[in-house]
């Protein structure tokens, strides 16, 4: 072939295995939680994976870990997310590239989508397998998370109804979410070809556009009937979904999850504003920074907010109003 010519070639992958995994399902995040702490409890050794990360995220990695470290104290517990492995200092710092010999220093494992694809956890150390799927990822990140550890053990999953997410209008439908951009492409278009940036681009048949409409209309499509989705899926890829009848100290249990996030967010709302205030030269450092400590963490927030609205005086009500969307 000459040499602009492309050679085109697709892997089909039709792996099962022989014998079915077993996937337990619950209704609600406070069943999936109390089954966890009870496996704890009886010594099994686990890996959570979970879609939140930020501090104001109920079933986020900070507040699992929180919860966690509270009934079971003097267990090794590590915690993987986009903060701490960036974070010099903490143990998961630059964990990525060798899990397999790190997961087996710990007892409970609380992993983010830091661990979603592109990962092979090889290592047998694990019991079981816990996810709670809160809807941030795509159909297909969470069951790919879902199948990191290859180890045969029992999966438990909580899968809610819907996903709050949507790309572009929403629309599940290609040409529909293709017309809602329209616009913003042809804006797009113009602004680019004024800088000579895609001199051989046709605008008649903007190729990569409808690639990224039919993949997010799929997604789309996916957000709206997650639950359903992702079951599907699973059972495709070979798995034995068992529903599970949950305790009957949910309530409880969602009281405790409420108190310990909420008191996580005012602690993080109040460390925020007790930070120092940066210089515009340091804020830029910090803000340009790919590794930071907590504490670079905090007074980068509390200084984007000061330059945001133009004030020094940052309060914990206007930390929280800004991360609502104040702004």
Known sequence: PSHDTVIQWLVINEWKPTTPRRAFVYNSPEGLLSDLLESIRNGDRVIIHTGGQKVSSRWGTINLESLIKKAFPTLKILRIDAESVATPG??????????????????????????????????????????????????????????????????????????NQRIGNGSHDPEKLLKSQEKLFKANFHFLGQLDAIADFDDKTPQHLRTWTSLSAFHNYGFKNYRTMILEQLQEEGYLLIDVVEPDNQQEIKQEVKAVAEANYHAHCEQVCDSPTLNDLDYQKVKDKRAKTDAERLSEK??????????????PDLVKADDQGLY
């Open 90 to 163: 903490h143990s998961a710092y630059g964990c990525m590239g060798n899990l397999n010999a790190i997961l087996p220093l710990y007892d409970v494992v609380i992993a983010s989508p830091t661990i979603e694809t592109g990962v092979s956890i090889d290592v047998k150390h694990f019991h079981r397998v816990f996810g709670f799927a809160n809807g941030t990822q795509t159909v297909g990140a969470v069951c790919q998370t879902f199948a990191r550890v290859r180890d045969d053990i029992p999966r438990h999953i909580w899968i809610n109804k819907y996903s």
């Open 302 to 315: 509390k200084t984007a907010i000061a330059k945001r609205y133009l004030t020094e005086d940052v309060t």
